[in-house]
C-alpha cells in the first residue's frame, strides 16, 4: 500500500532534550512538509521540501529542525529552543509542491508531549 | 493576507439531519480550496477540492461543497449525517505566493447525536 508513515504514534520527552520524528512516503512524491496542531488551531506550517537536499522554513520554523537527504524521509528534529514542543505534529507529501492545485496528502501524526 | 474562517467551532447534529459547515476565505484571485476531514488522533484526508469549473464539488463520504466568489465561500455539505462522520473538518486554501502552501482555517468539530 502507498502512503505516509510517521513513527512513533506517541513520544514522550524530557525538557531540555532534542527529540526526531520519522516521516517516511512510499507515493514517490517530491515534495514534504511538517505541520503542527494544537487544540482548537489550524495547522500550521513547520518546515517543507520541494526536491531531496533543500527545504525552506515554514510559518513556525523557531526552535525546530528538518532535513532531505532521501526523496522518501524528511525527519523532524525538535530541540530544546522550542519553547512550547508539546503538540501534534502531522507529515505530509504532494506530488510537486510547485503548484497550488497539488494535493497534499498526511500521515498520520505523532503526538509529542514535553515532561 | 490570505486566510480562511471556519466561524463555527463546534457543531452539533442528529444522526440523519443535513449538515453544512462554513468556510470564509479571503483571496483577490481565484482561488484554490480544499475541505480536509480528520478523526481523533488521526492525519488529515483529503475530502474534495475546488480549482475551477463548476462550483458544485462533489467529494468522498457523499460530501459535497459549493464555491460561491460573490460571498467568499466555499461551504461543506451532507445531506443526511451518519455517526461515523463525527470528526474534525477543516477547509484550506492555496497561497498565492511562490510557496504554494496551505493555509488552513481553524477547524469545526462535528458531533452526531443518535
Known amino acids: 500500500d502507498g502512503g505516509i508513515t510517521q513513527s512513533p504514534k506517541y513520544l514522550f520527552r524530557k525538557e531540555g532534550q532534542n527529540v526526531t520524528l520519522s516521516c517516511e512516503q512510499n507515493?514517490?512524491?517530491?515534495?514534504m512538509y511538517w505541520y503542527r496542531q494544537d487544540p482548537g488551531q489550524g495547522l500550521r506550517l513547520i518546515y517543507y521540501?520541494?526536491?531531496?537536499?533543500?527545504?525552506q522554513k515554514g510559518d513556525i520554523a523557531e526552535g525546530y529542525s528538518v532535513s532531505r537527504e532521501k526523496k522518501e524521509s524528511f525527519p523532524l528534529t525538535v530541540t530544546s529552543a522550542q519553547k512550547n514542543p508539546t503538540a501534534f505534529y502531522l507529515c505530509?507529501?504532494?506530488?510537486?509542491?510547485?503548484?497550488?492545485?497539488?494535493?497534499?496528502?498526511f500521515g498520520p501524526g505523532t503526538r509529542l508531549t514535553v515532561l | 493576507a490570505q486566510s480562511v474562517t471556519q466561524p463555527d467551532i463546534h457543531i452539533t447534529v442528529s444522526e440523519g439531519a443535513s449538515l453544512e459547515l462554513r468556510c470564509n476565505y479571503s483571496?483577490?484571485?481565484?482561488?484554490?480550496l480544499f475541505w480536509y476531514v480528520q478523526s481523533p488522533g488521526q492525519g488529515l484526508q483529503l475530502l474534495l477540492k475546488?480549482?475551477?469549473?463548476?462550483?458544485l464539488v462533489q467529494g468522498i463520504k457523499g460530501f459535497e461543497a459549493e464555491f460561491k466568489r460573490s460571498q467568499s465561500s466555499f461551504n461543506l455539505r451532507k445531506p443526511s449525517v451518519h455517526w461515523s462522520d463525527a470528526a474534525e473538518y477543516f477547509c484550506?486554501?492555496?497561497?498565492?505566493?511562490?510557496?504554494?502552501?496551505?493555509?488552513f482555517g481553524s477547524g469545526t468539530r462535528l458531533l452526531v447525536r443518535p
Open positions: 521540501s520541494q526536491i531531496v537536499n533543500d527545504f
Open positions: 484550506a486554501v492555496g497561497r498565492m505566493d511562490s510557496s504554494h502552501k496551505l493555509i
Open positions: 507515493l514517490n512524491h517530491d515534495a
Open positions: 483571496y483577490g484571485a481565484t482561488p484554490y
Open positions: 505530509a507529501s504532494s506530488i510537486a509542491g510547485t503548484s497550488r492545485t497539488d494535493t497534499q496528502y
Open positions: 475546488y480549482f475551477s469549473g463548476d462550483t
